[in-house]
């Protein structure tokens, strides 16, 4: 998938979410949101959407990275996954399967005092086996700073720091 698909997706994605998330808002943590990365490691950037299908518990996203050293530029992708809302102390649960045969688990938790967690593990394109770990602080309702650090078997790890929009 090239950047001039990616982009309509994104689009599509945001706009079909801001519309059934005035239907319904999810409760707890929200997971209508765009985000714009920029890799520490590669000097890279990525855009990223979720959103939240109607009210049900099933969500979309697309993701496509943008410039850096390496093999990373043009990395696109489009996943469809479930979140179990509170299912392990008090954490959402989100399997997922995205395109190119990768599959994610992963766990978010609000910390409270504005802070969040997140963790998954999950199966590249390249069988490789990808960790993640991240930390964000909501500045606002809107607005949302992280940092992470993945981990992908037979890589170099790398630190990507992200501000969201939550709509």
Do not use: C
Not at 1 to 22: D, G, N, R
Not at 57 to 79: K, L, Y
Not at 92 to 111: F, P, Q
């Amino acid at each position: 998938m090239h950047m001039k698909h990616i982009l309509p997706i994104l689009t599509l994605t945001t706009l079909a979410a801001a519309a059934s998330a005035q239907a319904a808002a999810p409760a707890g943590l929200n997971y209508n949101r765009v985000g714009l990365g920029y890799n520490t490691d590669t000097k890279g950037y990525s855009l990223s959407a979720t959103a939240v299908l109607g009210s049900s518990n099933f969500w979309v996203g697309a993701s496509t990275t943008i410039g850096g050293s390496g093999t990373s530029n043009g990395a696109d992708s489009v996943a469809i996954g479930y979140l179990f809302a509170n299912a392990i102390a008090g954490a959402d649960a989100t399997v997922s399967i995205a395109s190119n045969e990768a599959y994610t688990i992963g766990l978010r938790k609000a910390l409270g005092n504005n802070l969040e967690a997140a963790a998954s593990v999950g199966r590249n394109s390249a069988d490789n086996t990808v960790w993640t770990a991240e930390l964000g602080y909501n500045v606002s309702k809107q607005i949302q700073l992280a940092v992470g650090y993945t981990d992908t078997q037979g890589s170099a790890g790398t630190t990507d720091i992200t501000v969201r929009y939550n709509f």
